[in-house]
C-alpha cells in the first residue's frame, strides 16, 4: 500500500527558498517514477516535477523551470523538491505522487508565499 508523508512547508517571502520532503513507504519505491503536485486554493491539482526511477531524469513545467529541483534519495526512500525564488503564485498544498494525477498522495505540506 502506497503511503507517502510530506514536510517541509511554511510561511516564506517573495525571494525565498523551502525544501519539501516526502518519505514514502508500503511499495517498491526506487522502481516508481516520482511526482510532486501542488493545488492551489479554488484550483485543481497541477503538476510541478517529476523524476525518473534512479533519478537520472527529471521535468518540469515552464512555470517553475530553473526555480525548482527535483530529486531523490533511494537509500532512504525520500523525494524531495528545492523550491528557490518562490513567488505568491507558488502558495499551495504541495504533494508527492506516484503520478501527475496525485495518486497516493498524503496529506500534503502548506507552502505560503507572502510578505
Known amino acids: 500500500q502506497v503511503q507517502l508523508v510530506e514536510s517541509g512547508g511554511g510561511l516564506v517571502q517573495p525571494g525565498g527558498s523551502l525544501r519539501l520532503s516526502c518519505a514514502a513507504s508500503?511499495?517498491?519505491?526506487?522502481?516508481?517514477?516520482m511526482f510532486w503536485v501542488r493545488q492551489a486554493p479554488g484550483k485543481g491539482l497541477e503538476w510541478v516535477a517529476n523524476i525518473s526511477p534512479g533519478g537520472g531524469r527529471t521535468y518540469y513545467p515552464d512555470s517553475v523551470k530553473g526555480r525548482f529541483t527535483i530529486s531523490r534519495d533511494d537509500a532512504k526512500n525520500t523525494l524531495y523538491l528545492q523550491m528557490n525564488s518562490l513567488k505568491p503564485d507558488d502558495t499551495a498544498i504541495y504533494y508527492c505522487?506516484?503520478?501527475?494525477?496525485?495518486?497516493?498522495r498524503g496529506q500534503g505540506t502548506q507552502v505560503t508565499v507572502s510578505s
Open positions: 508500503g511499495f517498491a519505491f526506487n522502481i516508481y517514477a
Open positions: 505522487s506516484i503520478d501527475d494525477h496525485g495518486t497516493g
